[in-house]
């Protein structure tokens, strides 16, 4: 067994050896290799920082949904600074965000081609295990970016922002909006949501500092991610709550909606909205008073960081431990940290003296 | 009526119309059970919560319904035959997708409008040929086209999506604006609903329709022209859908593939919550329009009292079962007084 996965391991060597270009990098992804091989799932603390960036590689994207606006975004990202790098790029993907046993057979397939690194959005954070293990025997570098599987499924996890960022800004952004006075309210996705509701948590030790003491909490309404729920849910808060304040809606569906309802209701402009949106989305309402500002990551930027932290595991720069740090072009230096995850950065708040610079 | 057949033909003068005065008023009661309930449901809410049946409390409430109502009155006419649709969810979301594809291109709203509901159009005469032609049962044919245009939209529409900024202000502006507090959707939706109603009750062929679904086999034999008639409800229903996929479009301002995904089963309820029966010939557009109105009067109401919004959904299941049971028993009783009235009859003439 153990002589089987060698082999195939020497063998997708010799194959990056040919086209690598660099013969210190030749030795970094051996040593990495067999280690990978012999040890299984664990990342390696071995790695050569100046090892060269090597270029041909073929590094595969595999998002939570094909055709979803935010995905074709990020790997759009991913597949621009791939050109840069001299490598190439592929997408295969579910066209359902929960096909969970698709997202399995696209990864064996993506092992089968043998590429050099599988780049996955996953849709459960353990069911893709098994199927990335047996690729990362096979000498693949896995980087999970957007939704993260366990951490040891994977070689790195390239988070959007940290959740404590996210929820701290928005309260933060939606404070400075209602003079850091009046009730607010949250209206988030659906009430199970693991990534809203550590947000919220956030959120709610935020609005623990002495300098949001006028400012309530009121209600964490659920919108489901439905544009009539959204709605009603919305209407719901104004009418409970006569003097609301503010909105934080920590989901880009809900926001639109609110957004789209404030738009055309008498609270326009009285009642505060702010959260996580894309510009494309909230433009219009950015433009027609309705919102002030609200913010997201650049998911260009998160899927462009993916592709660089992907060609630096394949050339050997890093090997997922953390303190190891590598170069993502012009974005500049990450280091990576704890449990192999690296944060993007502060989210970018968009107001209507910026929102043109981004068609997304 | 199928009692009608049997009576002799000396009493079937005054017969019918008792019957049928019966059978009216038990209809109309019906109707009446879900406006009441909808009635005490939203005082009460207001007891709760004065701001809910404020000025722009009621013209949500009205907004939120039209698009339901507007859908809910086409499948209606075509569970009225005894038929259904599944595909207008699809539809809505195609149709919704074509009209912002043209106004973001610069297009005229009316003319967008005009493209939706002539796609809706097109779709319902699929689904219509494909029934009466094909003789299939039409909840295998339309759970087909929902997959085939659901298909399609995705192929067509992709990532890319509409948003409010792709709309000229006017569009979406109609979306929200009304005279006080009377939407304009909310009037539009109301006229088709009249219009609707007026055919279903006075013309010969909205009587077909009830003619056919109560018995498609004596229907035939009476002259109805069945395919014709099959045809002119799943036309009807595809325009109502794409009608509504234009309105849905200037209310939400977005679109995208997944637009009206899953909308038929919620159409499928307001329909039966409004006593349309799912057996065929019996029930009004009226009351498909008032199960509408109560479907997404509950979903205003729990948020506005404070209520999980987790409820909706087991609270709309309820009410389905339980306007299924009514049905069933107020079934069972109407067969039963009518038997026993033509039976009373037979005995008095014979006497």
Redesign the interface.
């Known amino acids: 067994m153990s002589r089987t996965l060698t082999r195939r391991a020497t063998v997708v060597v010799a194959v990056t050896a040919a086209v690598a270009l660099g013969a210190t990098a030749c030795g970094g992804t051996t040593k990495n290799s067999s280690k990978d091989s012999g040890g299984g799932a664990k990342a390696t603390a071995s790695a050569d920082p100046n090892a060269a960036t090597k270029k041909g590689l073929t590094v595969a994207f595999l998002p939570k949904q094909?055709?979803?606006?935010y995905?074709?975004i990020a790997d759009g990202g991913g597949k621009q600074a791939l050109d840069a790098l001299g490598s190439s790029y592929k997408e295969v993907g579910t066209?359902s965000g929960t096909d969970t046993a698709g997202q399995v057979s696209y990864v064996n397939t993506l092992t089968q081609q043998q590429v050099d690194a599988i780049a996955v959005s996953a849709q459960d954070p353990g069911a893709l295990c098994t199927s990335l293990n047996q690729a990362r025997k096979n000498g693949i570098k896995v980087v999970t970016y957007d939704s993260d599987t366990k951490p040891e499924c994977r070689d790195l996890f390239v988070s959007q922002a940290s959740s404590e960022d996210l929820g701290r800004t928005e309260v933060q952004l939606l404070a400075e909006q209602i003079g850091y006075k009046g009730e607010i309210a949250i209206l988030s996705a659906a009430?199970t949501a693991t990534n809203q509701n550590t947000w919220i948590d956030f959120m709610k030790d935020e609005l623990k500092d002495p300098k949001y003491k006028d400012v309530k909490l009121v209600?964490v309404?659920?919108?489901?991610d439905d544009?009539?729920?959204s709605?009603?849910?919305t209407?719901?808060?104004?009418?409970?709550y006569?003097n609301l304040k503010g909105i934080i809606s920590p989901t880009t569906v809900g926001i639109?909606?609110a957004a789209?309802y404030l738009?055309?209701?008498?609270?326009k402009g009285k009642v505060k909205l702010t959260g996580l949106g894309t510009p494309?989305?909230m433009?219009?309402?950015v433009?027609n008073g309705t919102v002030d500002a609200f913010e997201l990551w650049d998911p260009a930027k998160l899927g462009s960081l993916a592709s660089y932290a992907a060609v630096a595991l394949a050339s050997g720069q890093i090997s997922g431990a953390e303190g190891q740090s590598f170069k993502a072009g012009d974005m500049g230096s990450y280091t990576i940290g704890k449990d192999g995850v690296v944060v993007l950065g502060k989210p970018t708040v968009f107001t209507k003296d910026n929102i043109d610079q981004f068609k997304f | 009526m199928t009692v009608t057949a049997d009576t002799p033909q000396q009493i079937a003068a005054d017969e019918p119309t008792a019957s049928r005065r019966f059978l009216d008023r038990v209809l109309k009661l019906r109707a009446l059970a879900v406006l009441a309930v909808l009635l005490v449901m939203l005082a009460a809410t207001q007891i709760y919560?004065s701001?809910?049946l404020?000025?722009?409390?009621v013209k949500?409430l009205l907004l939120?319904a039209t698009i339901l109502v507007l859908v809910a009155v086409g499948q209606a006419m075509v569970v009225i035959t005894r038929n259904v649709d599944l595909s207008v969810g699809s539809v809505l979301g195609i149709s919704a997708f074509a009209a912002g594809t043209y106004l973001h291109g610069g297009g005229n709203p009316l003319l967008a409008v005009l493209i939706a509901v002539g796609l809706g159009v097109l779709f319902g005469l699929l689904n219509g040929l494909l029934v009466s032609l094909g003789q299939v049962p039409a909840l295998v044919v339309t759970l087909g086209t929902l997959y085939i245009i659901r298909g399609i939209d995705?192929i067509w529409v992709?990532?890319?999506?509409i948003?409010?900024?792709d709309?000229p202000a006017s569009f979406?502006?109609f979306?929200?604006?009304g005279l006080s507090v009377i939407p304009y959707l909310a009037l539009l939706t109301l006229a088709v609903l009249v219009a609707a109603g007026y055919y279903l009750r006075s013309y010969r062929g909205g009587r077909d329709l009830y003619a056919l679904g109560s018995s498609p086999e004596a229907a035939r034999l009476a002259g109805v022209p069945v395919r014709k008639r099959i045809l002119t409800a799943y036309v009807v229903c595809g325009a109502l859908a794409g009608l509504a996929g234009a309105l849905y479009l200037a209310?939400?301002?977005?679109v995208?593939?997944g637009t009206g995904n899953g909308y038929e089963l919620t159409v499928v309820s307001a329909v039966v919550v409004g006593g349309v029966a799912f057996t065929g010939g019996s029930g009004t557009v009226y009351g498909a329009a008032l199960g509408a109105l109560l479907l997404?009067s509950i979903?205003?109401v729990?948020?506005?009292?404070?209520v999980?919004?987790?409820w909706?959904l087991a609270i709309d299941g309820v009410l389905l079962l339980l306007a299924i049971a009514v049905d069933r028993i107020v079934a069972l009783r109407v067969a039963g007084v009518l038997r026993k009235r033509a039976a009373q009859m037979r005995s008095a003439h014979h006497a």
Not at chain 1, 263 to 267: H, N, P, Q, V
């Open positions: 094909v055709n979803n606006p995905f074709t066209s009430q209600k309404a659920y919108g489901n544009a009539q729920q709605f009603q849910q209407q719901g808060l104004l009418q409970q006569p639109k909606a789209q738009a055309g209701s008498k609270y494309n989305d433009r219009a309402y433009k | 919560n701001e809910f404020s000025q722009q409390g949500d939120n995705s992709g990532s890319r999506q948003t409010a900024n709309l979406v502006d979306g929200h604006d209310r939400f301002g977005n995208d593939s997404t979903n205003s729990l948020p506005s009292i404070g999980s919004s987790v909706v």
